[in-house]
């Protein structure tokens, strides 16, 4: 049976790189998912490509901006009237920036910490209420995941992304939290820590050679990591194989914190 049949995932920042990926993973593996981003035409193209040739299309797109709450309270009622049910949400929208902390505008922290940090406790409170609904019956017999995207950074410093780094840091104890407080509705909670993969978000970086070779040489694995290879932890860790897990953090990063 595949891992995600009768499952409904939710999946932010599902217009490009690693949750785009998650969300063509989750569907290959016959899950139906909500596909969720400020752009729309991003959205559509993802979802075009998962319903291609179904008789039953297994993709759904919702414009949300994951940093306000009226919006995600919007996405929580459709979640709920279209499907009625949901088993997975994947934490994913975020951004970065460059600053050290001496030369950081207020607006800059401001939007770092609410795109990485904020989204995540707006869309698992809201999102988590749809989820703990289903799961009245079920209580711990229940299996419903969350999975939030952190990053390497939130475990080491990171020069010129105090702002990015302390949020990811942030996201990964948050989690810890809210698995503890979601345990007795059968709903684990656990973060994907990515280390350098070519995605949208890396793009520019990635086209200053000497950046890409200073990547891989800092890197075990001596190169850059695919959205896929990210795409595949997550939806390992939302997926039943997983069941015993919670409140842990997967670090996915080519073996850079190692060297
Ligand atoms: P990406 O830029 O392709 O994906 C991020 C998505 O989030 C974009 O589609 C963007 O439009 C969306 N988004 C941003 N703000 C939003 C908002 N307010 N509301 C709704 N959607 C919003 O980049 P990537 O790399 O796929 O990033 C995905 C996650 O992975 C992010 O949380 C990022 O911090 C994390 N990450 C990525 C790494 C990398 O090397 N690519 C390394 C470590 C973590």
Known sequence: MPRFEDTVAVITGAGSGIGEQTALQLAREGGKVVLVGRTV????KVAE???EGLT???ADI???DVTIEKEVHKLADFVQSTYGDLHVVVNNAGTSGKSTIMEMEETEWD???NTNLKSVYLVSQSLGRVMMKAS???GQEGDRAIVNVASLSGHKAGAKIPHYSSSKAAVINFSKSLALEFAPYGIRVNTVSPGFAETPLTEEGLRNKRFEEAIQKNTALGRIGKPEEIAAVITFAASKEASYMTGSDLLVDGG???K
């Open 62 to 64: 919702f414009r949300t």
């Open 56 to 58: 039953e299309p297994a």
């Open 256 to 258: 850079w914190l190692i």
């Open 136 to 138: 009245e019956k079920e």
């Open 111 to 113: 939007r770092i910490q």
């Open 41 to 44: 035409s991003k959205l559509e």
């Open 49 to 51: 490509r998962i319903n």
